[in-house]
């Protein structure tokens, strides 16, 4: 991050099990992660009774560059799993990291990320309760990856998932699309635009806990993160057995974001974000969710964006500015690596 | 792994999100790892309900070579971290992964180590249930890397934590040390011995599970994994500030991996294993302990390497064959990096 020479790096023996890694385990690691479970340092966290039943999920992130605006590398791995935890409508509650770490890499960079990821766990109300640092030859890896993995508990009574979508339900996103990606874009590729676009990278547990407690009978929760809102949209369409349509005038987005999208002839719908959800719920719940997002930080350009239809094709459809339809794909391959 | 050509690789547009990505899911992770949690295809796993105290530990693999003999780093990463939610008295239940992929893996090579994954959870009847793919550009990567993280159950009434030992106690091994590290360094530099030796990676819960039916106080199990036997007596002391003696001649070692560290200037006891537990127990459990452990395959050469003593420097010594004292330090760094 800084310009100083000579500064402290990762070296093989921080992987090696020894005292280096045992200083290292204490200096960074314990230092701004630090709570009653992680302390225990034994091979695992020993956890109390769930109350109800788990939710696992679990996510590795390889994003490139490792700092950008909104976040960096550390906040990211929180937010992404938490977010995992809390579309199954569980609260997320405990987080595993296993850190792979490549030889060289500063200490104190890595030291910056382990404090967002402490804040951000923090700010989430989760506990990095347990784990695992490993240390590759310069040229065999990229300066940090984290997988991060997140344990939850969902209460009795709710049933959320991907398969649950039934025609004549509305279709809400929690606010703009495609900030993350186009965020880290501009960054890698050193792009200016007038107004600085910020990655969107949130935790949305609290905004997914105050929309169960308006609307238990949720059917769908999901973070359009890689290939984005229209990869997400195509596979709850896929395995509810669903068509959808949706209203481009419907969905937020940014002015800065919609300029850089065309100008890198990128389409908004594809590109990842880090701090959205797409709920699908009852037609008649709908406006109350909405007031319920529109109250919430994270909810305030919350907005309808269509409804599920009846479609044996399961498309997901797209009534565009100009009043004519097409079809939202999913693309086959990349148009953004290591977004996440 | 063969000499063929031309043979499918991995993209970048395997770790995009879209299409191309959910064929490699559907066709080598589903195929090979498949439960009904998995198959739910939800951002994460909806688990059921878990009737005790939970255990969360998680593990990153990095082990180069991938391919070893006894093993591959599929195997491996389902047996390391179901032995670490073991070392905690905790039944392993459910596995999450997240799989780190270099451009260019051959895909074929990949199956290989999810089939071997898939195997290594059935044996130890754990299931993995929910995963992660990313991709990174060749050379920002080295094939693979796994992070696995372990969620298990324990009963009541058990406390086990390197915390937890006291002078006068036993400290068992259920066999022999260093096979693992001198397999993998063999495999690495092309050694050839008489005898090949083998990795004794495996999953050591139905192991635990048999010692804990048997001696329900044992105040601490772990596994000697990076740093081997040295490291992990080292930590256990200081964890329970204590001290500890132990009997070179009661340590089984294969002669083949003693030959080999002789020649390669190693000492055994740094050595990483991943099929080892050590075992800490009321001096009056040890016989039994040791019947167990002989009862069951992963046991037959378990010994009594020697016992806890007051200490308060929590020095670990050797009473070595020629009659001599000597100290068992830790290594500062690294002796073998990537062994696990």
Same mark, same amino acid.
Request: proline residues 4%.
């Given at each position: 991050m800084t310009g100083k020479t000579n500064k402290a790096c990762i070296e093989m023996a921080h992987g090696g099990g020894g005292r280096t890694m045992d200083r290292l385990i204490t200096d960074i690691f314990r230092k701004h992660l630090d709570n009653e479970y992680l302390s225990q340092a034994n091979d695992g966290a020993l956890l109390p009774k769930a109350s109800g039943r788990l939710v696992m999920a679990t996510d590795g992130h390889v994003i490139s560059p490792l700092f950008f605006p909104g976040g960096n590398i550390g906040s990211l791995a929180i937010h992404g799993t938490v977010n995992d935890v809390a579309m199954m409508g569980a609260t997320p509650l405990y987080i595993s990291a296993s850190f792979i770490l490549e030889e060289g890499f500063p200490l104190e960079d890595l030291e910056e990320i382990v404090r967002s990821m402490g804040d951000a766990a923090r700010q989430a109300n989760v506990s990095v309760v347990t784990g695992d640092t490993k240390v590759v030859e310069k040229g065999k890896g990229d300066g940090v990856f984290i997988s991060t993995t997140g344990v939850g508990v969902i209460e009795d009574g709710l049933a959320i998932g991907g398969d649950k979508a039934v025609p004549g339900q509305a279709i809400l996103i929690n606010g703009t699309v495609g900030d993350h990606g186009v965020a880290i874009l501009s960054k890698r590729e050193n792009l200016e635009f007038e107004t600085?676009? !910020? =990655? %969107?990278?949130? #935790?949305?547990?609290?905004? !997914? =806990? %105050?929309?169960? #407690?308006?609307?238990?009978?949720? =059917?769908?929760?999901?973070?359009?993160?890689?290939?984005?809102?229209?990869?997400?949209?195509?596979?709850?369409?896929?395995?509810?057995?669903?068509g959808m349509l949706i209203e481009e005038e419907k969905i937020p987005l940014k002015p800065a974001v919609s300029g850089a999208c065309e100008l890198l002839g990128l389409d908004p719908l594809n590109i990842a974000n880090e701090g959205k959800l797409v709920c699908i719920c009852n037609a008649e719940d709908a406006d109350k969710l909405l007031s319920?997002?529109?109250a919430h930080p994270l909810g305030k350009e919350a907005s309808m964006i269509g409804a599920v239809t009846q479609d044996p094709n399961k498309m997901v459809r797209m009534t565009t500015m100009f009043g004519g339809t097409r079809m939202i794909d999913w693309l086959a391959g990349e148009q953004l690596p290591r977004i996440c």
């Amino acid at each position: 991050m800084t310009g100083k020479t000579n500064k402290a790096c990762i070296e093989m023996a921080h992987g090696g099990g020894g005292r280096t890694m045992d200083r290292l385990i204490t200096d960074i690691f314990r230092k701004h992660l630090d709570n009653e479970y992680l302390s225990q340092a034994n091979d695992g966290a020993l956890l109390p009774k769930a109350s109800g039943r788990l939710v696992m999920a679990t996510d590795g992130h390889v994003i490139s560059p490792l700092f950008f605006p909104g976040g960096n590398i550390g906040s990211l791995a929180i937010h992404g799993t938490v977010n995992d935890v809390a579309m199954m409508g569980a609260t997320p509650l405990y987080i595993s990291a296993s850190f792979i770490l490549e030889e060289g890499f500063p200490l104190e960079d890595l030291e910056e990320i382990v404090r967002s990821m402490g804040d951000a766990a923090r700010q989430a109300n989760v506990s990095v309760v347990t784990g695992d640092t490993k240390v590759v030859e310069k040229g065999k890896g990229d300066g940090v990856f984290i997988s991060t993995t997140g344990v939850g508990v969902i209460e009795d009574g709710l049933a959320i998932g991907g398969d649950k979508a039934v025609p004549g339900q509305a279709i809400l996103i929690n606010g703009t699309v495609g900030d993350h990606g186009v965020a880290i874009l501009s960054k890698r590729e050193n792009l200016e635009f007038e107004t600085e676009i !910020v =990655s %969107d990278s949130a #935790a949305l547990n609290g905004l !997914v =806990s %105050d929309m169960l #407690a308006a609307a238990p009978s949720i =059917s769908v929760l999901r973070d359009p993160t890689r290939g984005g809102l229209a990869a997400t949209l195509n596979e709850i369409a896929g395995q509810s057995g669903v068509g959808m349509l949706i209203e481009e005038e419907k969905i937020p987005l940014k002015p800065a974001v919609s300029g850089a999208c065309e100008l890198l002839g990128l389409d908004p719908l594809n590109i990842a974000n880090e701090g959205k959800l797409v709920c699908i719920c009852n037609a008649e719940d709908a406006d109350k969710l909405l007031s319920v997002m529109h109250a919430h930080p994270l909810g305030k350009e919350a907005s309808m964006i269509g409804a599920v239809t009846q479609d044996p094709n399961k498309m997901v459809r797209m009534t565009t500015m100009f009043g004519g339809t097409r079809m939202i794909d999913w693309l086959a391959g990349e148009q953004l690596p290591r977004i996440c």
